[in-house]
């Protein structure tokens, strides 16, 4: 117990760490408040249970051995980073905001944009290859030798756990201030300055 408990606090530092999935969120939270960014983080969620199960599987640990494998989703993830930079920085200034963002109603865009919310979460952590260094090389520091499939599960869920915990109080915090970051000025700087960081991410997972 003494181990998992050693893992709870290294993960609790980690996840607190603002890293592309909080950028996300904060754009979220800026055009459809912070039930988009909870879908955001729900995708990061997802994600995290699914690399839970590859790790307990051995899946994560050959993606890792296999240096094309891991340069395949080290540059796909760069690569998606990028492009959702990319499109907050050549986005025109008067479709940059989506129509509830300016005060307009539009259902059928907030319908629209919920599935989308949480693909971007889901394909941001499934690309990025640093979530899955901390499946396949700080995880198995805290697993007994000899330890069953069991092990690696509990720690990557409670990995998973820690992390939507921390999102969703960024999410709440974020959707908070949202009447203030929601002025137009504000909130076009905000989503410029959103897409120049994700681009900065990408650009750096590329170079390292």
Not at 108 to 134: H, Y
Not at 160 to 174: C, D, N, Q, R, W
């Amino acid at each position: 117990m003494s181990q998992y408990f050693a893992f709870v606090a290294l993960v609790a530092v980690l996840v607190l760490i603002p890293g592309p999935a909080v950028i996300l969120i904060m754009q979220k939270a800026v055009t459809t408040g912070y039930r988009g960014a909870l879908r955001v983080a729900a995708g990061v969620f997802a994600a995290d249970l699914v690399w839970a199960a590859a790790a307990a599987a051995g899946v994560s640990a050959v993606i890792v051995a296999s240096e094309p494998a891991f340069l395949a989703l080290r540059f796909a993830g760069a690569a998606y980073l990028i492009y959702l930079g990319a499109r907050l920085l050549l986005t025109p200034k008067d479709k940059l905001l989506p129509a509830a963002a300016a005060g307009e109603k539009d259902e059928t865009a907030a319908w629209a944009g919920r599935p989308r919310a949480f693909r971007q979460g889901f394909l941001c952590d499934m690309t990025n290859p640093k979530t899955l260094l901390v499946f396949t090389s700080v995880m198995p520091q805290f697993i007994p030798a000899g330890s069953s499939p069991l092990g690696p599960a509990l720690l990557g869920v409670t990995f998973a756990g820690l992390g939507f915990a921390s999102l969703t109080v960024y999410s709440l915090v974020l959707g908070r201030a949202g009447g203030m970051l929601r002025r137009p000025r504000l909130a076009r700087r905000l989503m410029r300055g959103s897409g120049g960081i994700l681009v900065g991410f990408g650009v750096a997972l590329a170079a390292e």
